[in-house]
């Protein structure tokens, strides 16, 4: 496998951010290489938690710090998904890793989840806060197709520089080839979910993340195939606010697709279908929002449900 190289144009230009970045990078490149070398897998991931639990706390507090010194506006949006990652995506990484004890497939989700949380997260919210992408607040338009595309290809120039070219903003399912799909969940404060139905040809998703960690491209396997739903919701997350959103969302449900899956899905009525092409691949983009029911009490039903196994489609 070839080395994962932290690409210096990413930089941000600070310092001790940027160092940290290329480090973290470094840490996840090994544990790819170690993972798909057949090394001990178990040693691998326990070193790589207890390096990445202590050292992610230490860099998140140097960001943090910087965000403050800047007084930069997005910080406490910010700021909750680090704690959110420590917190809550570690532990539960963790958590898979010793209830299967370690098994190929859970190590393989374990590196496969680093490495699209980071890739997302440093491509979009960390450029956010010196400027070089941006967060808007675009709020109550999704039903405007204009507005929608423009969202979609600004997050996926902020994630994989590319555009993203709306070529059919009437999408009616039709195959567009070997890809990831994925649908999200996610209940809002205001008792409405929203849901996304989503596409990535193969080539764009392996050439796109190949292209951020400074190869031509990735090979199609597990652990590429765990990052694109980390990915697909950083991609959401940095839409420009489009679906009224000031902190990041709880994500109440993830499923990793079949190609019949998201047809059968697809069926269900979306009423904002979009199919996008870039230079290396198509990008399908559905979106519905409705209400959900309540609980005596009142309360919103959350479902905290993560079923399917990501796989490539062909």
């Not at 902190?247 to 069926?267: G, K, N, V």
């Amino acid at each position: 496998m070839e080395k994962v190289v932290w690409d210096d144009q990413y930089n941000l230009g600070v310092e001790v951010i940027d160092k940290a970045h290329a480090k973290l990078f470094r840490i996840v490149g090994k544990l790819m290489f170690l993972v798909n070398s057949g090394e001990n897998g178990e040693s691998a991931c326990k070193e790589g938690l207890k390096y990445l639990e202590n050292y992610t706390m230490k860099h998140f507090f140097e960001e943090e710090a910087y965000m403050r010194s800047i007084r930069y506006k997005e910080y406490g949006r910010h700021k909750k998904i680090h704690d959110d990652f420590r917190n809550k995506t570690l532990s539960a990484l963790k958590w898979n890793l010793e209830s299967e004890g370690y098994s190929p497939a859970a190590v393989q989700r374990f590196v496969g989840t680093l490495l699209g949380w980071l890739t997302g997260h440093i491509m979009t919210e960390d450029q956010a806060i010196v400027g070089k992408v941006t967060v808007k607040k675009i709020y109550d338009r999704s039903a405007e197709i204009s507005i929608v595309a423009r969202a979609v290809n600004r997050a996926m120039q902020d994630v994989f520089r590319l555009d993203a070219k709306l070529v059919d903003e009437d999408y009616n399912g039709r195959n567009v080839g070997s890809g990831f799909y994925c649908r999200l969940d996610y209940d809002m404060d205001d008792g409405s979910r929203i849901q996304l139905l989503l596409g990535v040809e193969e080539q764009l998703l392996l050439k796109g993340v190949g292209m951020l960690l400074g190869m031509p491209a990735l090979r199609q396997d597990r652990i590429v195939e765990q990052a694109a739903i980390q990915i697909f919701q950083m991609l959401f997350g940095h839409m420009g606010r489009l679906f009224r959103i000031d902190t990041p969302p709880e994500l109440s449900r993830e499923d990793m697709l079949t190609q019949a899956q998201f047809r059968e899905d697809f069926m269900k009525r979306y009423p904002c279908n979009l199919l996008f092409e870039t230079r290396v691949g198509h990008f399908i983009f559905c979106f519905r929002k409705k209400r959900i029911k309540s609980q005596a009490a009142g309360g919103a039903v959350k479902n905290t449900e993560r079923s399917g196994s990501a796989r490539c489609i062909s």
